[in-house]
């Protein structure tokens, strides 16, 4: 049982636009900010977003993110069918004091 | 471009103690804006934070593996490592090393390991 809630899957045909959810609480997402990873199958996790809504040199600017209040999602706009892979949302928890991820999200583009 | 590479035994028998390394390059360990972290990844499942350690050596551990998790630095050898007791079957995953930065009060990994995989089996 993850900290951070994100639905289990998602999809969505290419061009399409397919957002990915992720509930928290006043501890985590409502109190600092949230960073979300793409993992594609067999590698280690990539920073997609940072600080709600920030990207990395060279991520893409069809991935956007947003928070709100214990809650953040993660928008991808124009897919394509390299996007297919695991999307995971993470936070500081003032309450445990560490670092807590969403139990990710599998993407198809179908 | 900092890269980070994680080494150690593939194979641990349960009741040991599994011990990873984590070798920084392209950068110093002693980054004081650098927070040196293990996040391990069971087969099939999801992401799990193990811990961190910051340049000065202070610790943060996930509550649940406190009572059987060591994090240390070896300043002199740009690594660092993680030690974990005790371990069982459902500490079989892979581990990966990656480097959280702290920036005007954001706090994020930018830079991962490759991750290596671990079984704990007899």
């Known amino acids: 049982q993850s900290v951070l809630t994100q639905p289990p899957s998602a999809s969505g045909t290419p061009g399409q636009r397919v957002t990915i959810s992720c509930s928290g609480s006043?501890?985590?997402?409502?109190?600092?900010?949230v960073n979300w990873h793409q993992q594609l199958p067999g590698t280690a996790p990539k920073l997609l977003i940072y600080?709600?809504?920030q990207r990395p040199s060279g991520v893409p600017d069809r991935f956007s993110g947003s928070q709100s209040g214990t809650s953040a999602s993660l928008a991808i706009s124009g897919l394509q069918s390299e996007d297919e892979a695991d999307y995971y949302c993470?936070?500081?928890?003032?309450?445990?004091?560490?670092?807590?991820f969403g139990g990710g999200t599998k993407l198809t583009v179908l | 471009q900092v890269q980070l590479q994680e080494s150690g035994p593939g194979l641990v028998k349960p009741s040991e103690t599994l011990s990873l390394t984590c070798t920084v390059s392209?950068?110093?360990?002693?980054?004081?804006?650098?927070?040196w972290t293990w996040i391990r990844q069971p087969p099939g499942k999801g992401l799990e934070w193990i811990g961190h350690?910051?340049?000065?050596?202070?610790?943060n551990y996930n509550p649940s593996l406190k009572s059987r998790v060591t994090i240390s630095l070896a300043t002199s050898k740009n690594q660092f490592s993680l030690k974990l007791s005790s371990v069982t079957a459902a500490d079989t995953a892979v581990y990966y090393c990656?480097?959280?930065?702290?920036?005007?009060?954001?706090?994020?990994?930018?830079?991962w390991g490759q991750g290596t995989p671990v079984t704990v089996s007899s």
């Open positions: 990656a480097r959280y930065k702290e920036d005007d009060s954001r706090f994020y990994p930018d830079y």
């Open positions: 392209g950068g110093s360990i002693s980054s004081n804006s650098s927070y």
């Open positions: 350690i910051y340049y000065s050596g202070s610790t």
């Open positions: 006043n501890s985590n997402i409502g109190s600092d900010t």
């Open positions: 600080s709600n809504n």
């Open positions: 993470a936070a500081w928890d003032d309450s445990l004091n560490g670092v807590v």
